[in-house]
């Protein structure tokens, strides 16, 4: 499963690059604010990149409506019973969307802890949330998902001190799993850290850019 999975990844990979679109796999449990985090990146981005979005969702397209009102084109995908998207889904998705109106892609993956991490969707960056409201223990209860993340988003950072939130517990589980993640901590409702998060974008987006013959 996990080898034809794969060499779909790659396919959808080189497409995506062959069309000049940076690739984003949001990954997070239920309820952690990935779609709040989405709307306020969209947002923030305005003219300086175009951003369409994927959202998959066991049922319901709730989230793709609400991403919609920020006027990014978006395509829902409804798994079913399946917890996770994998690259023929994307694949799929992707016939409904011109790639060559976007800049950046999107996709918001199906909330959950396990199944995700296992899948490559042809992503140029894996993105890990981690709420403050879930605790600091997720990275050690679940290491796959962050071990393998290109990035870490400690989000709804507002929230931190009603929560009793451990920021230097949090920050230490994460490092102690994966070092090498670029980590950031954000309120998609004040606004804390989405100008950082959204020139952590702009600046890989273009290093990749760069690199094309």
């Not at 949001?26 to 175009?50: F, N, W």
């Not at 969702?57 to 019973?81: C, H, K, M, Y």
């Not at 694949?91 to 490559?120: H, K, Q, T, W, Y």
């Not at 990275?139 to 931190?160: E, G, Q, T």
């Amino acid at each position: 499963m996990f080898t034809a999975n794969d060499r779909l990844a790659e396919r959808n990979r080189g497409f995506f690059r062959g069309m000049d679109v940076f690739v984003l796999n949001v990954v997070s449990s239920p309820g952690s604010g990935k779609t709040m985090l989405l709307t306020r990146t969209i947002e923030a981005l305005g003219a300086d990149a175009r951003v369409g979005v994927i959202v998959g969702d066991l049922e319901t397209d709730n989230d793709a409506r609400r991403l919609r009102t920020t006027g990014a084109p978006v395509v829902q995908i409804s798994t079913g019973t399946l917890c996770h998207l994998d690259a023929e889904m994307v694949a799929r998705a992707v016939g409904g969307m011109d790639l060559r109106a976007l800049d950046i892609l999107v996709i918001e993956n199906v909330g959950n802890l396990v199944c995700p991490s296992g899948f490559d969707l042809g992503e140029d960056l894996r993105v890990a949330l981690l709420s403050v409201t879930e605790g600091e223990d997720k990275p050690l209860k679940y290491p796959p998902l962050f071990r393998f993340a290109d990035a870490v988003i400690v989000s709804k950072a507002d929230l931190a001190v009603a929560c009793e939130f451990d920021r230097d517990a949090a920050l230490a589980n994460v490092r102690r799993v994966n070092p090498r993640a670029d980590v950031f901590e954000v309120s998609a409702k004040t606004g804390q850290g989405i100008d950082a998060w959204c020139d952590y974008l702009s600046r890989l987006r273009g290093e990749r850019g760069s690199l094309r013959p």
